[in-house]
């Protein structure tokens, strides 16, 4: 329908082409005018229907897409991430405190008390705790460093160099007095990330029911000490339980039996509040305590043998030295002495930088243990070794004899004998007892129409006796020493092998490094008839909890393929030695034993090393003793006094049991 000009309606023609189809749900939009009522025909409002229902599709999609992104956001946010944020949220009210171990203590061989813990206080800071702002940040570690008068610099690199462990407590000053740590402990309430940490510290002490003394100082190089772990040791170790505040063995026991000493530390769970400080205890797993360490070191002998050795370096002016008591019997160390030494207790809670440096300035290397680590030309101390190996072989007898008269001239070169115009006709016994060069030139390089070892032989039997390799004791710094070759020569110093060079190692000359350890365990072995034990300090360790025994087995490294015919040779002529010969100062003990002495060139400018190695009694020997003294000119002259007072002080220990180092 249309509107005419006057408002009428009236029908248009209506196209049949144009014609929708009328169903019972169409829907018709009518409209009449007011006055005549006709109906408009109305269409089917398809267009808008649809619009509509797409919109709705279309918001029901999106609403399902957002619900959806949600529940796998929370899901990724619960399941996946859910533990390291629950964690974090715990970790902002909650603490986990180390409890330390009580650590175990360290017995001699006769039960005495070596070792103690003594309650001490620490600063330390956790860095989580500290204000994230860089300016209050500096303000904390300011007044930190105000209240114990550390510099501030060494606070920050302290935190800095254990940056990665921002949860842990880093101790920034130890062993504070206790006046010093109540004072910080006041001041510390309104200060962040601080605290008072309670541990101990190893006090080296002879420890007797109602008083203590002190030490023999070389127990120092034995027991060693305790230092704070460095950056490295932490990464490796922190999986095994250590923390940023803890202390480790360093040296000597402490270091080689750290795990069996330790224990396992305990651990309190505490509520902290914004500042970091603990509320309440919420749960506490106490701590083990860690084992005992029972030692085969005797510290009557440890201070004995420390006595004479210093009286003999006092004597002759002389300033370095060690020596070494071992029992043939099983390898038990029973003293181990380097001179001059150092107090383990002057690192006890962290040594002072001038201590410190007063130690490592010291030319004669107090803190080396020359002992274990020093490796010396072994002068005529070698020879019984050489000699066993002739006898060996069967290049010699016990009855062949070579004429000493004063040297051996090979071409332009001399090599001389000790002492001038020769010792005349010697057989393998004398030459040990009077250290004969010429013999050994004989017998290790050959003259004439003899021939000797050789070098090659030489060095093997030296291996047989464990030169050149570690022997493992237990304590760590030993040394492997060195013997040479003819292609070790031509290798490093461009030179052929000389038969010269072969006399010079027969008489221990040359390049020949060995440590005292080493002699004395190469003396062990011809004194127990050829077996070479692993040196050992420990004894035995004790659980603390259950009071069970672990004892330390004696451990055989290796039998030397000597026989015992042979063997039995050479220690006759180290009985020679004392009876007769150069070592005859030890005849007048009241009990046999035999010895050898020997006199080390090592420098044109200065003094030879004296050496002296024995054991007794000769017959069922109990002790093997070992001296050195360097540049204490000769064996007989310096060396050999030592042992002799030692000795007679230890029969009296063994026999009477009396301890006095009355001379």
Same mark, same amino acid.
């Given at each position: 329908?249309?509107?005419?000009?006057?408002?009428?309606?009236?029908?248009?023609?209506?196209?049949?082409?144009?014609?929708?189809?009328?169903?019972?749900?169409?829907?018709?939009?009518?409209?009449?005018?007011?006055?005549?009522?006709?109906?408009?025909? %109305?269409?089917?409002?398809?267009?808008?229907?649809?619009?509509?229902?797409?919109?709705?599709?279309?918001?029901?999609?999106?609403?399902?897409?957002?619900?959806?992104?949600?529940?796998?956001?929370?899901?990724?946010?619960?399941?996946?991430?859910?533990?390291?944020?629950?964690?974090?949220?715990?970790?902002?009210?909650?603490?986990?405190?180390?409890?330390?171990?009580?650590?175990?203590?360290?017995?001699?061989?006769?039960?005495?008390?070596?070792?103690?813990?003594?309650?001490?206080?620490?600063?330390?800071?956790?860095?989580?705790?500290?204000?994230?702002?860089?300016?209050?940040?500096?303000?904390?570690?300011?007044?930190?460093?105000?209240?114990?008068?550390?510099?501030?610099?060494?606070?920050?690199?302290?935190?800095?160099?254990?940056?990665?462990?921002?949860?842990?407590?880093?101790?920034?000053?130890?062993?504070?007095?206790?006046?010093?740590?109540?004072?910080?402990?006041?001041?510390?309430?309104?200060?962040?990330?601080?605290?008072?940490?309670?541990?101990?510290?190893?006090?080296?002490?002879?420890?007797?029911?109602?008083?203590?003394?002190?030490?023999?100082?070389?127990?120092?190089?034995?027991?060693?000490?305790?230092?704070?772990?460095?950056?490295?040791?932490?990464?490796?170790?922190?999986?095994?339980?250590?923390?940023?505040?803890?202390?480790?063995?360093?040296?000597?026991?402490?270091?080689?039996?750290?795990?069996?000493?330790?224990?396992?530390?305990?651990?309190?769970?505490?509520?902290?509040?914004?500042?970091?400080?603990?509320?309440?205890?919420?749960?506490?797993?106490?701590?083990?305590? %860690?084992?005992?360490?029972?030692?085969?070191?005797?510290?009557?002998?440890?201070?004995?043998?420390?006595?004479?050795?210093?009286?003999?370096?006092?004597?002759?002016?002389?300033?370095?030295?060690?020596?070494?008591?071992?029992?043939?019997?099983?390898?038990?160390?029973?003293?181990?002495?380097?001179?001059?030494?150092?107090?383990?207790?002057?690192?006890?809670?962290?040594?002072?930088?001038?201590?410190?440096?007063?130690?490592?300035?010291?030319?004669?290397?107090?803190?080396?243990?020359?002992?274990?680590?020093?490796?010396?030309?072994?002068?005529?101390?070698?020879?019984?070794?050489?000699?066993?190996?002739?006898?060996?072989?069967?290049?010699?007898?016990?009855?062949?004899?070579?004429?000493?008269?004063?040297?051996?001239?090979?071409?332009?070169?001399?090599?001389?004998?000790?002492?001038?115009?020769?010792?005349?006709?010697?057989?393998?016994?004398?030459?040990?007892?009077?250290?004969?060069?010429?013999?050994?030139?004989?017998?290790?390089?050959?003259?004439?129409?003899?021939?000797?070892?050789?070098?090659?032989?030489?060095?093997?039997?030296?291996?047989?006796?464990?030169?050149?390799?570690?022997?493992?004791?237990?304590?760590?710094?030993?040394?492997?020493?060195?013997?040479?070759?003819?292609?070790?020569?031509?290798?490093?110093? %461009?030179?052929?092998?000389?038969?010269?060079?072969?006399?010079?190692?027969?008489?221990?000359?040359?390049?020949?490094?060995?440590?005292?350890?080493?002699?004395?365990?190469?003396?062990?072995?011809?004194?127990?008839?050829?077996?070479?034990?692993?040196?050992?300090?420990?004894?035995?360790?004790?659980?603390?909890?259950?009071?069970?025994?672990?004892?330390?087995?004696?451990?055989?490294?290796?039998?030397?393929?000597?026989?015992?015919?042979?063997?039995?040779?050479?220690?006759?002529?180290?009985?020679?030695?004392?009876?007769?010969?150069?070592?005859?100062?030890?005849?007048?003990?009241?009990?046999?034993?035999? %010895?050898?002495?020997?006199?080390?060139?090592?420098?044109?400018?200065?003094?030879?090393?004296?050496?002296?190695?024995?054991?007794?009694?000769?017959?069922?020997?109990?002790?093997?003793?070992?001296?050195?003294?360097?540049?204490?000119?000769?064996?007989?002259?310096?060396?050999?006094?030592?042992?002799?007072?030692?000795?007679?002080?230890?029969?009296?220990?063994?026999?009477?049991?009396?301890?006095?180092?009355?001379?």
């Amino acid at each position: 329908m249309a509107e005419d000009t006057e408002g009428q309606f009236f029908r248009l023609p209506i196209d049949e082409s144009l014609s929708v189809p009328v169903t019972d749900d169409a829907t018709w939009i009518e409209s009449s005018h007011p006055n005549t009522g006709d109906r408009r025909f %109305g269409t089917r409002n398809f267009l808008s229907e649809g619009v509509r229902k797409k919109r709705v599709s279309a918001f029901i999609i999106v609403v399902s897409i957002t619900f959806l992104f949600l529940i796998f956001r929370v899901g990724y946010l619960q399941v996946i991430h859910g533990v390291s944020y629950r964690e974090a949220a715990e970790s902002n009210r909650q603490r986990f405190l180390p409890i330390p171990s009580e650590r175990g203590l360290i017995f001699d061989n006769n039960a005495i008390q070596l070792t103690k813990n003594v309650p001490n206080f620490s600063l330390a800071l956790i860095p989580q705790d500290l204000p994230r702002n860089a300016e209050d940040r500096a303000n904390v570690i300011g007044r930190v460093a105000s209240l114990t008068g550390t510099p501030i610099e060494d606070i920050t690199k302290t935190i800095e160099r254990y940056g990665s462990y921002s949860y842990e407590s880093i101790v920034i000053q130890e062993d504070l007095d206790y006046d010093t740590a109540i004072k910080i402990y006041i001041a510390a309430a309104d200060i962040p990330g601080i605290h008072i940490q309670r541990g101990s510290k190893r006090l080296y002490v002879e420890e007797f029911p109602y008083k203590e003394t002190a030490l023999p100082q070389s127990m120092s190089h034995i027991l060693g000490y305790l230092g704070k772990l460095s950056p490295e040791e932490l990464d490796t170790l922190y999986s095994a339980g250590y923390l940023p505040s803890d202390t480790i063995g360093k040296t000597g026991i402490e270091k080689t039996y750290e795990t069996f000493l330790r224990g396992t530390y305990g651990t309190k769970r505490i509520e902290v509040d914004s500042f970091g400080k603990e509320q309440k205890v919420l749960t506490e797993e106490p701590p083990s305590p %860690g084992s005992h360490v029972v030692l085969t070191i005797d510290v009557h002998i440890q201070e004995a043998l420390e006595h004479f050795l210093q009286k003999g370096l006092d004597k002759g002016g002389f300033f370095r030295a060690s020596a070494v008591a071992m029992d043939p019997r099983d390898g038990s160390i029973r003293a181990l002495v380097s001179l001059p030494s150092f107090d383990n207790n002057d690192f006890s809670g962290g040594i002072g930088n001038a201590t410190y440096q007063s130690y490592i300035s010291n030319e004669n290397k107090p803190l080396f243990n020359r002992a274990i680590s020093g490796a010396f030309p072994s002068g005529s101390s070698i020879k019984p070794a050489f000699a066993a190996a002739a006898l060996q072989e069967g290049i010699i007898t016990p009855n062949t004899t070579f004429q000493s008269t004063g040297g051996l001239a090979v071409g332009q070169w001399f090599f001389p004998d000790w002492q001038a115009g020769g010792h005349g006709i010697t057989n393998v016994r004398r030459s040990i007892a009077w250290s004969v060069n010429t013999f050994y030139y004989y017998i290790g390089g050959g003259f004439g129409d003899f021939v000797g070892l050789g070098v090659e032989k030489m060095m093997e039997y030296l291996r047989y006796f464990g030169f050149a390799q570690k022997l493992g004791i237990d304590i760590p710094g030993e040394v492997a020493g060195f013997l040479p070759s003819k292609e070790w020569k031509e290798q490093t110093k %461009g030179e052929r092998w000389y038969v010269g060079d072969t006399y010079n190692v027969s008489i221990g000359q040359g390049d020949i490094l060995v440590t005292p350890l080493q002699i004395t365990s190469y003396i062990v072995t011809i004194a127990n008839g050829g077996t070479i034990f692993k040196p050992h300090v420990v004894e035995k360790t004790i659980d603390i909890a259950t009071d069970e025994e672990h004892p330390i087995q004696p451990e055989i490294i290796d039998t030397v393929p000597i026989s015992g015919e042979n063997l039995n040779t050479v220690r006759l002529g180290m009985k020679d030695c004392v009876d007769y010969g150069a070592c005859r100062r030890l005849s007048l003990l009241p009990f046999e034993s035999a %010895g050898k002495t020997g006199t080390a060139q090592w420098s044109s400018s200065k003094e030879p090393h004296a050496w002296f190695t024995s054991f007794a009694p000769y017959k069922n020997p109990e002790i093997v003793v070992t001296v050195l003294i360097e540049e204490g000119i000769g064996g007989s002259e310096t060396a050999a006094p030592v042992a002799y007072e030692f000795y007679k002080w230890w029969w009296r220990y063994k026999t009477t049991g009396d301890i006095s180092l009355d001379d």
